[in-house]
C-alpha cells in the first residue's frame, strides 16, 4: 500500500490544521493507520491511530484531547484533525500503515510510510 500525507503547514499557536493520509494500492486488505511526528533532531514519535473500522483510536498522552483521528474507507483516506496547536506540535508529520491490529507505538512496528508533511506552530 501506497500513502500520501498532505495538509500541513504554518499556523499560530491555538490554531488547527488537518492531515490527510490517503491510501492506493492494496486497499482492500484491512491496515491499522498510525501519525507519526519528528521535529528537528528527535527521533520520530507515535502521535495517533485508528483501526481499519474507526472503531478504535489511540493517542499520544502530548496530543489527548486536542488532536482526533478518523477514516473515511470509502475515500481510502484517514485524517488527523489538530486543534489547540503548540509550538512544540511543530514537526514533520507522517502517516503509516500496518495490516495488524493493535497499539504499536514504536516506529519500527509500522510496515508502510507515507512521505511527510511539516506543520510549524508558530508563538
Known amino acids: 500500500v501506497q500513502l500520501q500525507a498532505s495538509g500541513g503547514g504554518l499556523v499560530q499557536a491555538g490554531g488547527s490544521l488537518r492531515l490527510s493520509c490517503a491510501a492506493s494500492?492494496?486497499?482492500?486488505?484491512?491496515?491499522?493507520i498510525g501519525w507519526f511526528r519528528q521535529a528537528p533532531g528527535k527521533e520520530r514519535r507515535f502521535v495517533a491511530s485508528i483501526s481499519w473500522g474507526g472503531g478504535s483510536t489511540y493517542s499520544a498522552d502530548s496530543v489527548k484531547g486536542r488532536f482526533t483521528m478518523s477514516r473515511d474507507n470509502a475515500k481510502n483516506t484517514v485524517y488527523l484533525q489538530m486543534n489547540s496547536l503548540k509550538p512544540e506540535d511543530t514537526a514533520v508529520y507522517y502517516c503509516?500503515?500496518?495490516?495488524?491490529?493493535?497499539?504499536?507505538?514504536?516506529?519500527?512496528?509500522?510496515?508502510?510510510w507515507g512521505q511527510g508533511t511539516l506543520v510549524t506552530v508558530s508563538s
Open positions: 494500492g492494496r486497499t482492500s486488505d484491512t491496515y491499522t
Open positions: 503509516a500503515a500496518d495490516p495488524r491490529t493493535g497499539r504499536y507505538t514504536s516506529s519500527q512496528a509500522w510496515a508502510y
